[in-house]
């Protein structure tokens, strides 16, 4: 298994371009959720999601939009990036209940000029 | 506001040393969960705790959830190079909907 793997590892950005953070999982987790990280503020839940078509807000929720067509990909989306967004993102899944051992994929530094 | 605090911020010890990270939860959690980080890497599981006052070894280090299960600690004891990196605690909230993590405790060691 490849377990949760990231596209790209590294973009740099101009603000208000628009880009895709891809995720996909071949463990069939029903849970998937996209963290980003910036010094100081650990690890801050952006969305996530506990199925195929159904997904949900977490605490930095403005700015991003994602979708969840398959069990396999979250993709989350940056319709109009702002130098705000400069992080490190991680997508995560695991199954589904709250005592689940989570796994991270290996993350996306972004950048925004 | 994060609902999951965890101090200090930062540790730095000599080699050998003790270290000592610390969780609260303004809400009852239904487990806890402590993951590593390393530089430059990802967060990676290392425990879950479930019940009411548990303590879990692994090696050199030491979990413990609180009785009212708002709190936890991570003790490494005789600390390593190899132990660098960020130790995170995170807990379910929203009836396990969310896992939040807290803010991260970054450990640097001299040899």
């Known amino acids: 298994n490849a377990g949760v793997t990231q596209t790209p590892k590294f973009q740099v950005l101009k603000t208000g371009q628009s880009m895709t953070l891809q995720c996909a999982q071949d463990m069939n987790h029903e849970y998937m959720s996209w963290y980003r990280q910036d010094p100081g503020m650990g690890l801050r839940l952006i969305h996530y999601?506990?199925?195929?078509?159904?997904?949900d807000q977490g605490e930095v929720p403005n700015g991003y939009n994602v979708s969840r067509s398959t069990t396999e990909d979250f993709p989350l989306r940056l319709l109009s990036a702002a130098p705000s967004q400069t992080s490190v993102y991680f997508c995560?899944?695991?199954?589904?209940?709250?005592?689940?051992?989570?796994?991270f994929g290996p993350g996306t530094r972004l950048l925004v000029l | 506001g994060q609902q999951v605090m965890q101090i200090p911020q930062y540790q730095h010890v000599q080699e050998g040393e003790d270290f000592t990270t610390y969780c609260n939860s303004s809400t009852t959690l239904s487990n806890i969960q402590w993951y590593k980080q390393r530089p430059g890497g990802h967060p990676v599981f290392l425990i879950q705790l479930v019940k009411s006052g548990e303590v879990k070894k692994q090696k050199r280090l030491t979990f413990q959830f609180g009785e009212a299960k708002k709190n936890s600690s991570l003790h490494i004891t005789a600390t390593q190079t190899t132990d660098v990196g960020t130790y995170f605690c995170a807990g379910p909230i929203q009836g396990a909907q969310k896992l939040v993590f807290g803010q991260g405790t970054r450990l640097t060691i001299n040899p």
């Open positions: 995560a899944s695991r199954q589904s209940g709250g005592g689940e051992t989570q796994y």
């Open positions: 999601s506990v199925g195929a078509g159904i997904t």
